[in-house]
Structures are given as structure tokens and as C-alpha cells.
């Protein structure tokens, strides 16, 4: 959604914040890529109203940690994370602060948070509140902590893959203080929990400057402190090409090494699952099976991200381009999608050759599947009817 129109449900929020005599600003990345014109994801709000009273003035509320300060409120099924203003205490593990303590001052709140560009406010007129000026950060394409930089990324080294994450999303450049202290404080990645890395990782893949972030994972040795990163070691991470497509991490070493890929970096099973049909996929091509089943197996979603790593990895791709357009292309033109448009079912046939089911039923249901694919059969009841007839005793 462009700029202001996606901030208007986010508008009621901040209304009935006002006025129960509340303050409430937009903040993050929401007002991060409003001020670049980008268009604009999850709306963040911060407000010095508390949980409880946050949770008292919206209909439908989720506590998603409440002793942090955050409820998410629900608007038209749209959730938004409204946080109250905080500052946080010592860090003591690197990754969690030992206690958060709210405050009232904005000021305060926007503080503790990572970079300059993410520590704007933004009110309901749109005006800016922007203490650490962040806007110059935006404009210069710059990453900038909020304050000194060895005592932030000291305090949550989760920040340091934020910013090679950042470098990536918006193409801007790390700020040379914040590098060195990445290259000073790099070992403390080691304490993050896998699962917030990989979310990080994901957001680093999918931007548009994936390389100068890889350079960086390597030149700082960040690499050696994310699991199965590790183990590839710096030569294979330089040349491998990594995707990210739909939410999901695709990386070309996976296509050797899968299981730990997957195990080490503990994917869900929805990413595991994306992962392994992948692989089926790309074996289906490499065993030269028949475009049109190609077509039909998999979603064109799939085929053209496969398009797109084959076509970026020329080690990969071993002639395999020219039939995955082909399948593609004949993607549409298919004459069934699944096994649901078949003119006839399971029951048709045991009933019409008075049978009972069994293996046997399968079997001749792949063939009929097959020769519909391959136009042999009409996908037509009569005519699969008369077929198994005369040719299936
Ligand atoms: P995106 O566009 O990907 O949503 P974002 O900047 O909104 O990027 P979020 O992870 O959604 O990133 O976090 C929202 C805001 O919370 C950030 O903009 C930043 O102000 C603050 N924040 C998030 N993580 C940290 C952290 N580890 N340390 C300090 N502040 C953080
Ligand atoms: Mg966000």
C-alpha cells in the first residue's frame, strides 16, 4: 500500500488514543519507508498509555507480550502493534534487556530503539517527531545507531544482523562506526536464538543488495557465528546464491547439503516443506521428466522461482531452462489442473467395473491422469468409461 492511504486504519488507533487522553505516533519501519516514499508494510504505533489501558479501549486485542508492552489491536482482521513508550535496563545476555521499565517521554522511547531512520515518530497529521534525525540518515542512505554504537550492539547483538539486514532491504550503507563496532562485538551473534537469525536472514535475502551484505557477513566473520553458515565457510558463502522467495530461504548449497540446512537452522516445517519440493522439482528436470507433468506437479509460483535460481546459477542449471519455460507456458493450457477436475472418480470406476477398491484403483487412476495430460483420453466421462473397459480387465 502507498504512503498515507495505509496509515488510515491506523488513524482510528491513534483517535481513540487522543482522546481518552493519550499520546500515540506512528513509528519504525512504517514511517521509516514513508519518509522514502516506499510503500509502506506493518504499521507500528507507540503510546504512553498502558497495556492494561491499551487493552481497555479496543474491541479486539491479542497479548503478545504484555510485559514488554505490547498488545497487538485488530482492525478490519489488520493487526497492529501498539507498544507503550519504554526504556529498557541492563543487558546481561545480549540478547534480552534484564527488565523493561515504561516511560512517558517519546523522547525516551524512541532511544532504545536501533537505528536513527527507525527512531522517527510520526503523528496523526503526519507531522515528524525526530529527535535523533533521522531523516538525514534517510536521505544519506545511511545506518546509524541511536547513540554510540559499541554500547547498543553490545547490548542486543541481534542489532548487527538488523543492520546487514537493513544494507540489503534499502541499499543503504553502514555507517563506519557502527562497522568497526560489528567488527569488534561479531562474536556476541553467537547468543542470538537461531530462529531470530533466520528471521533476519530472510528479510537480508529477499532485499536488493544481497551482495554487500554477504561481503560483509564474511569480511566481519559474522558467518561463523550462524549455524550451518559456519560449516560452509567463507569460500562456498561467497559463491553461493541464495534466494528468498515467498517468505521461504532458498540456498543453492541446500541442493548438497539439505538436511543440515534445514535441521541447523531449525526452518519451520512450511519452509522445510517449500525446501523439499524444490528439490523434487529440480530432480524431476534433471531426470528430463515430461514438461507436461512438470506443469502439472507443481504451482507456477514454484516453477518460476526455480526460473529465476537457475537463470542467477549457471552451476545449477544444467540445460534444465528450456523445458521448465516449456512447462510454464503449458501451464495454462493443461486439460486438468488436478486430480479434483477428473470427470470421473474413484466410486465411478469401482462401481462401473464392480470392483473393490485396492491398490489396482490407484494405478489405473495415475494412468487415466496421464493420458488425459497427454491428450490421449478426453477428460470425459463416458469416453474414460468406455476406455477402462477396453483396456483395463
Ligand atoms: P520492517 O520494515 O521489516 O518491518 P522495522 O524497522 O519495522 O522493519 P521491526 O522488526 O518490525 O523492524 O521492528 C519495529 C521497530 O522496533 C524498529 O523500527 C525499531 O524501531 C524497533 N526495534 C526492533 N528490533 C529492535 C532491536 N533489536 N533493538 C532496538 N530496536 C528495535
Ligand atoms: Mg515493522
Known sequence: MTNKNAFKEGQFILDTLESNGFEAYYV??????????????DIDITTNALPKQIEALFKHTIDVGIEHGTIVVVINKTPYEVTTYRTETTYSDFRRPDSV?????????????????????????????DPYDGQSAIEDKEIITVGNPDERFNEDALRMLRALRFMS????????DSYNAIKKLVSNVQHISVERIVQ???????????????????????????PFFNR???????????????????IQLLFNDSVSFKNELKLSNEDKKYINTSIQLYDDLKNKLETVIVAYKYDTMLLKNMLKILSDNSALNINMEDDLLEAIQKKESLTIQSKKDFAV?????????????????????????????????????????????????
Open 28 to 41: 519504525g519501519g512504517s514511517v521509516r519507508d514513508y519518509c522514502m516514499g516506499k510503500s509502506v508494510g
Open 169 to 176: 532491504q534499502l541499499q543503504f550503507d553502514l555507517n563506519e
Open 101 to 129: 521499565e515504561f516511560t512517558t517521554s517519546l523522547k525516551e522511547d524512541l532511544a532504545r530503539r536501533d537505528f536513527t531512520m527507525n527512531a522517527i515518530a510520526m503523528d496523526k497529521h503526519f507531522k515528524l517527531y
Open 345 to 393: 472418480n474413484g466410486n465411478d470406476l469401482m462401481n462401473s467395473l464392480n470392483k473393490r477398491g485396492g491398490p489396482w484403483l490407484k494405478e489405473l487412476l495415475d494412468e487415466i491422469e496421464r493420458q488425459i495430460l497427454f491428450e490421449t483420453l478426453p477428460n470425459d466421462f463416458d469416453a474414460i468409461i468406455e476406455w477402462v473397459h477396453n483396456e483395463y480387465h
Open 200 to 226: 533476519e536472514l530472510k528479510k537480508l535475502y529477499k532485499g536488493i543488495n544481497i551482495e554487500a551484505s554477504k561481503r560483509l557477513l564474511i569480511e566481519s566473520d559474522m558467518y561463523k557465528y550462524i
Open 232 to 250: 560452509v565457510g567463507k569460500d562456498d558463502l561467497k559463491k553461493s546464491v541464495v534466494h528468498t522467495l515467498n517468505n521461504e530461504i532458498i
